[in-house]
């Protein structure tokens, strides 16, 4: 059973920044993917980043040009480095890593970006 550990969020004005991580319990190599997806009070899961293997990403559209993904191999760990925050980034976030056979999921951290 793989576990995701997500940590890092909290409470923000807006403009403000955060940092995700995703601690994995196994070597992130072995994941052709891992994302970030966050979850809206009424709102469907929607993804905000993703990286791969090769270490390509991919932003949905209100997440590009303010946050960044990046992993860390020997660390096991994926990060959301999110910048000039805006209260509609205000969500559960999710991470989530895929192996080909399964997707696996994390238990969610909240941020609230508010003033």
């Known amino acids: 059973q793989v576990q995701l550990a997500e940590s890092g969020g909290g409470l923000v004005q807006p403009g403000g920044s955060l940092r995700l991580s995703c601690a994995a319990s196994?070597?992130?190599?072995?994941?052709?993917?891992m994302g970030w997806f966050r979850q809206g009070l009424g709102k469907e899961r929607e993804m905000v980043a993703s990286?791969?293997?090769?270490?390509?990403?991919n932003y949905s559209g209100s997440a590009k040009g303010r946050f960044t993904i990046s992993r860390d191999n020997a660390k096991n760990t994926v990060y959301l480095q999110m910048n000039s925050l805006e209260p509609a980034d205000t969500a559960v976030y999710y991470c989530?890593?895929?192996?080909?056979?399964?997707?696996?999921w994390g238990q969610g951290t909240q941020v609230t970006v508010s003033s």
């Open positions: 989530n890593a895929l192996d080909g056979r399964f997707v696996f």
């Open positions: 196994r070597n992130i190599g072995s994941f052709h993917t």
């Open positions: 990286i791969t293997t090769r270490d390509t990403t």
